[in-house]
């Protein structure tokens, strides 16, 4: 075959191609049909024009043709809205169960470094102050404080829905800088995780020593298994992915690796970003406001009934 | 592929069989790309809380707090999900993001790229991501690594599709032995390019070239014209003419 005639030949369907490449999604529709049998004839001509050393400007213009098609042909980009209730009654739980000895291991070592420093700070409550910063210290007195103007709302914000919005903005931005840290060999999941285990359990003990035990307790108990439970999961999702670079999994070579391992922490990155709506939700709307105590913790202990339930029951049955 | 590869094109296998190269994309329009991303991040945020400022802001700080995040978070997931694989910046710089088996990228996939993007930039200016990509075969930051994605270019290389623009003294001639497809490809490719050679350096790249498809000496005498000759005969004769 020479170059000439195999131009002069299949010059139409090339253009017909370039064409449909760049419609938009409607104009592309009235082609849909004829596209793949084309698309599949030009792959051919790749071909030719490759093993025939023709000129490699029309090998590169082929090329190109064939790596856009190959997107329109495999793209999928119709939003399935059932996929959000089977992640939250199947895929996120099953995600979760099918890491539950990172996340327990997870879960101890935040609780041990809680109960640490929280140890630290009961003996001597001034270390709090220098640990973190006077700032930090002054604003947690303020804030569970029932005789000042900022009780159970955090400075920056005034009215519940604003303080919805500011914990959405701060506990998700934290969990995703956990989570995308861990890629740095797991150290920054990690370095994280520690520092607010470490901030949670020398807040609690500071908070006793104040007298503030009620007021504290009665505010954190309802959403407190839901937001810790999402960093536990965001930092694990994170050290799993950074643990690609060290040792990739099922012997893979790092790229396929981190392709096994990306799809499933996704479920976990996701789910905890789910979850840390639902704690500012809860945060906003229900800690903040003055109930009783003993009514606050009732739903914090119902609460971490439902997590638990939820992670270890949820779509068992449904495994395919 | 296992070829080696002169340039820094990747090649890759598609489900029909056929392999088709990628083209990654440095971090030079990369991070132009970047650049204007994060303007249009800024713009829209100053104008957003201009526009809140104007209004009152007694109330609206919640909705403020969740553009913020969604911007911050989600400005490039958004784009790369819904404009085929590109930001505005990507788009103006010819860059695109796929599957690093070509295809368009998923939505989860985007999601992690741009979570990790975090990371990438963990030590300020993007240090961590531009050391990875320069020592990654794709130019791959870590949230391409995490995320399994290539950013490639999708412009067509202009040199390589320029017009051919030859002296017309030279007549079309053809080879007494028939070339092979590698000497025919060389020929064209001197053809393409023998006009930013200038004529000595033209003769001097031909001179190494011609004994090898030749032995009349008569031919050899001339090298860089033989071999424009040679192109412009494999042109005509290509034609159909």
């Keep these: 075959m020479n170059q000439g005639d195999f131009i002069e030949k299949r010059r139409g369907e090339w253009a017909w191609m370039e064409e449909t490449i760049i419609m938009g999604r409607r104009d592309f529709s009235v082609r849909a049909s004829k596209f793949p049998s084309v698309y599949r004839r030009i792959i051919r001509d790749l071909n030719i024009a490759r093993t025939e050393d023709f000129d490699p400007s029309l090998i590169d213009r082929l090329d190109r043709m064939v790596l856009e098609g190959h997107g329109r042909l495999y793209q999928d980009r119709r939003i399935r809205w059932k996929v959000i209730p089977d992640f939250i009654a199947f895929g996120f739980p099953s995600a979760v169960r099918r890491e539950w000895k990172l996340l327990i291991s997870f879960t101890a070592a935040f609780i041990l470094v809680a109960l640490l420093s929280g140890l630290l700070v009961h003996k001597s409550p001034w270390i709090f102050a220098q640990w973190f910063s006077p700032d930090v210290a002054l604003n947690l007195e303020e804030m569970y404080d029932p005789s000042s103007e900022h009780y159970l709302t955090p400075r920056e914000v005034t009215g519940d829905a604003d303080m919805f919005g500011f914990y959405i903005y701060n506990n998700i931005s934290i969990a995703f800088q956990t989570f995308a840290s861990g890629i740095l060999l797991g150290f920054g999941s990690i370095l994280y995780l520690m520092y607010n285990g470490a901030f949670l359990g020398a807040t609690c003990a500071y908070m006793i020593s104040l007298n503030f035990t009620q007021t504290f307790f009665s505010f954190i108990s309802g959403h407190g298994a839901v937001e810790l439970t999402a960093f536990i999961f965001a930092g694990a999702a994170g050290w799993r992915l950074g643990m690609v670079l060290i040792r990739p999994p099922f012997r893979l070579s790092r790229k396929e690796g981190f392709k096994v391992v990306g799809k499933r922490v996704l479920p976990l990155i996701c789910g905890a970003a789910a979850f840390l709506v639902l704690a500012a939700g809860i945060e906003a709307f229900w800690s903040s406001r003055p109930f009783p105590p003993a009514m606050k913790y009732s739903f914090g202990a119902f609460m971490l009934i439902v997590t638990l339930v939820y992670f270890i029951f949820s779509g068992r049955n449904s495994r395919v | ?241």
């Design chain 2, 1 to 241: 592929m296992d070829e080696p590869e002169t340039d820094t094109r990747l090649s890759v296998v598609n489900p029909e069989g056929v392999a088709y190269s990628l083209r990654p994309a440095g971090f030079i329009p990369r991070t132009l790309a970047y650049a204007l991303d994060s303007i249009i991040i800024w713009i829209f945020l100053a104008v957003i809380l201009a526009l809140a400022s104007a209004a009152g802001m007694d109330s609206g700080n919640w909705l403020i707090f969740l553009i913020a995040f969604a911007v911050n978070w989600f400005y490039f997931t958004i784009w790369e999900i819904f404009g085929r694989g590109a930001t505005p910046g990507k788009l103006l710089f010819g860059l695109k993001v796929v599957a690093d088996d070509g295809s368009p990228v998923s939505p989860g996939a985007s999601f992690t790229r741009n979570l990790l993007r975090f990371a990438d930039g963990f030590l300020g200016l993007y240090i961590i991501g531009i050391l990875c990509s320069m020592f990654s075969p794709g130019f791959r930051r870590l949230g391409d690594w995490g995320a399994s994605t290539l950013v490639v270019l999708v412009r067509p290389n202009r040199r390589l599709a320029g017009r051919i623009n030859f002296p017309e003294t030279i007549l079309p001639r053809t080879s007494k032995t028939p070339l092979r497809g590698e000497e025919k490809a060389l020929v064209l490719s001197f053809l393409k390019r023998c006009n930013l050679f200038g004529k000595d350096r033209a003769d001097e790249i031909a001179s190494r070239i011609v004994p090898a498809i030749t032995s009349d000496s008569k031919d050899a005498a001339n090298p860089g014209e033989y071999l424009i000759g040679l192109g412009l005969g494999l042109l005509e004769k290509d034609a159909g003419r």
